[in-house]
């Protein structure tokens, strides 16, 4: 059961709310704003299969730098957008997400209202931007849908159109987002269903055109255009992604400088070389594509839990965030996650304890920061426990752990959604 924190001030932000329509000034602005931001990038925006579609209409992007915001805005302008968002992206800055007329929501949290904020929007005629992977990709490529975003789509009955952004990842990488390479970009936003399309489809097929529409994979665009990352400090922060050594197979314990990343147990060298290829600089090459390496990671973690060894335990520094308008000291704290009762919090906050739990099936995936800049006290990767109306940032001492917790996350919900779609098969059987 869930005790809250002992807070002097117990209101949170609250995101059952409407959001208002963007004001059309500030459409004008976000697209001006952002095409000036853009200047210094190549990039190239395509439409298909969108001649003559007016809003409403739902937007259905990849997700996998800020800039991602940015090209779609070329893309919708001059209608308006209400994006939904997550509250902590608009830290400090909740007039801004209300004046925008973005939907806040908590990433990874059932937001009952988010559904009817959503069809009101579609109901004044404008444009819906959703991000259904609802975090950065880690490695580039396409992650877990929501099955719920079919019947979204169902019920709206309103055209789709997937924007499928190209780069966006290799020139800012999450696990370096310092620094940019020189990437170009390549948007397309295509029309893939009509009205009469989400009219006449099941939600399962709906949900197969939208997975394919959203398939992706950063490192193969880099190959299949011969584009060569020339930067020499390319792989800096790869290890935060690929932490276990396919080598000895230690985990956590791999490090990146330069163009190479490297095992600190055994001692293995790979060199990420400009057209994307790795390559061992001794012995075998056991991954050449990097999205390879991260799958086979995952694949570890799922075994791990098939055969009940999975555990998670550290000590954290907590943060809380009720509202947005700042961080909440909580101090000390216990995280743990399990293959049964997945994510457990605790610790004591003015002489109170409280206990966060998430259950897995509550999670379809985990928020994580990789080195995130906390209150100028220096960057540390961060667990986000996402609750329905308050947020726990959570910094563990052990070193690059959370790729790993969040394929545990995925696992465990993966395995739950299975179960329950199982036992449902198997009344249906028993009725018939
Ligand atoms: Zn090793």
């Given at each position: 059961m869930n005790i809250v924190p002992n807070y002097k001030n117990p209101k949170k932000y609250v995101t059952a709310k409407f959001p208002i329509r963007q004001p059309i000034y500030l459409t004008a602005l976000i697209q001006l704003l952002s095409r000036v931001a853009l200047i210094g990038n190549k990039y190239k925006t395509e439409k298909i299969n969108m001649e003559g579609l007016k809003p409403p209409y739902i937007i259905l992007s990849n997700h996998m730098a800020f800039v991602d915001f940015k090209l779609v805005s070329q893309i919708t302008y001059p209608h308006r957008v209400n994006n939904v968002v997550n509250v902590d992206g608009f830290y400090k800055r909740k007039w801004l997400l209300e004046w925008i007329g973005a939907i806040g929501t908590r990433k990874f949290t059932s937001d009952i209202h988010l559904v009817r904020s959503i069809l009101k929007c579609l109901e004044r005629g404008d444009v819906i931007g959703l991000y259904p992977e609802a975090c950065y990709s880690q490695c580039g490529i396409s992650s877990y849908l929501p099955t719920a975003l079919s019947l979204l789509i169902k019920k709206a009955g309103v055209p789709v159109v997937a924007v499928l952004h190209r780069g966006n990842h290799l020139n800012n990488p999450i696990w370096d987002v310092t620094k940019k390479r020189r990437v170009p970009l390549h948007t397309t936003a295509t029309q893939i269903l009509t009205r009469e399309d989400i009219s006449s489809l099941s939600c399962e097929e709906i949900g197969k055109i939208v997975k394919s529409a959203l398939t992706y994979d950063e490192y193969q665009y880099q190959k299949d255009n011969g584009i060569l990352i020339k930067e020499e400090y390319r792989a800096e922060g790869l290890h935060k992604i690929?932490?276990?050594?396919?080598?000895?197979?230690?985990?956590?314990?791999m490090a990146s400088n330069g163009a190479e990343i490297y095992c600190e147990a055994c001692g293995k060298r790979y060199v990420w070389q400009e057209n994307g290829y790795l390559k061992a600089l001794d012995g075998e090459t056991e991954f050449d594509h990097i999205p390879d390496w991260f799958r086979w990671e995952k694949e570890e973690v799922r075994r791990e839990i098939a055969n009940g060894e999975y555990t998670f335990f550290d000590e954290v520094d907590v943060f809380s965030m009720p509202r947005t308008n700042k961080f909440i000291k909580l101090g000390a704290g216990k995280l743990t996650h399990e293959i049964e009762n997945g994510f457990t919090l605790t610790g004591f906050y003015r002489g109170k304890e409280y206990r966060m739990e998430r259950a897995p099936i509550q999670t379809y995936n985990l928020h994580i920061e990789y080195s995130y800049p906390l209150l100028n006290k220096g960057k540390r990767d961060a667990v986000v426990m996402s609750m329905d109306d308050d947020l726990f940032y959570c910094f563990p001492k052990k070193q690059n752990v959370i790729t790993k917790l969040a394929f545990a996350t995925q696992i465990l919900y993966e395995n739950r959604e299975n179960e329950i779609k199982k036992a449902k098969l198997e009344r249906r059987a028993t009725k018939v």
């Amino acid at each position: 059961m869930n005790i809250v924190p002992n807070y002097k001030n117990p209101k949170k932000y609250v995101t059952a709310k409407f959001p208002i329509r963007q004001p059309i000034y500030l459409t004008a602005l976000i697209q001006l704003l952002s095409r000036v931001a853009l200047i210094g990038n190549k990039y190239k925006t395509e439409k298909i299969n969108m001649e003559g579609l007016k809003p409403p209409y739902i937007i259905l992007s990849n997700h996998m730098a800020f800039v991602d915001f940015k090209l779609v805005s070329q893309i919708t302008y001059p209608h308006r957008v209400n994006n939904v968002v997550n509250v902590d992206g608009f830290y400090k800055r909740k007039w801004l997400l209300e004046w925008i007329g973005a939907i806040g929501t908590r990433k990874f949290t059932s937001d009952i209202h988010l559904v009817r904020s959503i069809l009101k929007c579609l109901e004044r005629g404008d444009v819906i931007g959703l991000y259904p992977e609802a975090c950065y990709s880690q490695c580039g490529i396409s992650s877990y849908l929501p099955t719920a975003l079919s019947l979204l789509i169902k019920k709206a009955g309103v055209p789709v159109v997937a924007v499928l952004h190209r780069g966006n990842h290799l020139n800012n990488p999450i696990w370096d987002v310092t620094k940019k390479r020189r990437v170009p970009l390549h948007t397309t936003a295509t029309q893939i269903l009509t009205r009469e399309d989400i009219s006449s489809l099941s939600c399962e097929e709906i949900g197969k055109i939208v997975k394919s529409a959203l398939t992706y994979d950063e490192y193969q665009y880099q190959k299949d255009n011969g584009i060569l990352i020339k930067e020499e400090y390319r792989a800096e922060g790869l290890h935060k992604i690929l932490y276990k050594c396919p080598s000895c197979k230690t985990e956590h314990k791999m490090a990146s400088n330069g163009a190479e990343i490297y095992c600190e147990a055994c001692g293995k060298r790979y060199v990420w070389q400009e057209n994307g290829y790795l390559k061992a600089l001794d012995g075998e090459t056991e991954f050449d594509h990097i999205p390879d390496w991260f799958r086979w990671e995952k694949e570890e973690v799922r075994r791990e839990i098939a055969n009940g060894e999975y555990t998670f335990f550290d000590e954290v520094d907590v943060f809380s965030m009720p509202r947005t308008n700042k961080f909440i000291k909580l101090g000390a704290g216990k995280l743990t996650h399990e293959i049964e009762n997945g994510f457990t919090l605790t610790g004591f906050y003015r002489g109170k304890e409280y206990r966060m739990e998430r259950a897995p099936i509550q999670t379809y995936n985990l928020h994580i920061e990789y080195s995130y800049p906390l209150l100028n006290k220096g960057k540390r990767d961060a667990v986000v426990m996402s609750m329905d109306d308050d947020l726990f940032y959570c910094f563990p001492k052990k070193q690059n752990v959370i790729t790993k917790l969040a394929f545990a996350t995925q696992i465990l919900y993966e395995n739950r959604e299975n179960e329950i779609k199982k036992a449902k098969l198997e009344r249906r059987a028993t009725k018939v």
